[in-house]
């Protein structure tokens, strides 16, 4: 039954990336850097420090949550294909800013949702 | 700005017909079930084989191998036309779906919170480091390897029709 939870909170957490990601980036065309994924992958964070802290880890409603939802909702293969597309098109700095931007903005969007809720 | 391979937007190609409400629909239902089928390929062998300290070995993997598919996938679409129809559907099911749901980042950096919490001060640099430059250079590599491909078949059929 948890399985089946899970599967379904997975395909609801790509949809939620989907919309998600497409409205970041109809609104942020004119940067030169992708949004829609590093919007995706803050908010999952921060969203994953929250149920972490306040629900019992390892608790079925956590697992649903953490694992199923959010972890439909992020994505590392994305963020990966945009840092290359961006290197291949010569535009190495950007490429790390986004890489590194999105990884220092994740950390402290966790730490932030763990920190609110313990 | 109509250029299919526009490095701002990657996974949003700007070319392609306008999507209407159906079709929006029928995608929305791809990316739902590719979503499940990924998000519980990624819990089952997190279930497996995860150990509870130490190196994140599956989430790691799982990461890496993820970026190098979609990249071949990715560059693989582009290359052979629009963003639309069929190729759409499998950019979604597939892409959005199945390799965006069995990768993760949530978890990823909850594993570099715990390990800095565990006092594994080295990991805790290490991994997400290792993780984010070999992903990057996964996609890169999926990405080649799908140009490559694309150019060997263009050839092929090129020498077929001078033939």
């Known amino acids: ?118 | 700005m109509t250029h299919p391979h526009h490095p701002a937007h990657p996974t949003v190609p700007t070319t392609g017909a306008p999507m209407g409400r159906r079709e929006h629909l029928m995608l929305i239902g791809l990316v739902l079930v590719g979503g499940a089928l990924g998000t519980s390929a990624r819990f089952a062998l997190e279930h497996a084989l995860a150990r509870p300290a130490g190196w994140p070995w599956v989430t790691f993997a799982i990461n890496v191998v993820g970026s190098c598919a979609l990249g071949l996938l990715l560059g693989g679409l582009a290359g052979r036309g629009a963003d639309e129809g069929p190729r759409r559907a499998v950019r979604l099911g597939c892409g959005t779906g199945v390799l965006g749901g069995f990768t993760t980042y949530s978890t990823f950096v909850l594993e570099v919170q715990r390990l800095g919490d565990d006092g594994e001060r080295l990991l805790a640099v290490a991994y997400p480091l290792a993780s984010v430059v070999v992903g990057v250079l996964a996609a890169v590599l999926g990405l080649v390897l799908a140009d490559r491909l694309h150019r060997r078949a263009r050839a092929r059929r090129a020498q077929g029709t001078v033939a």
């Open chain 1, 1 to 118: 039954m948890t399985a089946l939870l899970l599967a379904l909170a997975g395909g609801l957490g790509a949809v939620a990336r989907f919309e998600v990601d497409s409205f970041v980036a109809r609104r942020s065309r004119r940067l030169s850097v992708p949004m829609g994924t590093l919007v995706v992958n803050v908010t999952a964070c921060f969203l994953l420090g929250l149920v972490t802290g306040g629900i019992a880890a390892g608790s079925d409603v956590g697992e649903v949550l953490g694992v199923g939802f959010l972890g439909g909702y992020s994505t590392f293969s994305t963020a990966s294909v945009e840092a290359a597309r961006l290197l291949r098109a010569g535009r190495a700095r950007a490429a790390l800013l986004h890489a590194a931007g999105m990884l220092v903005a994740s950390l402290a969007a966790a730490l932030l949702g763990l920190t609110l809720t313990t």
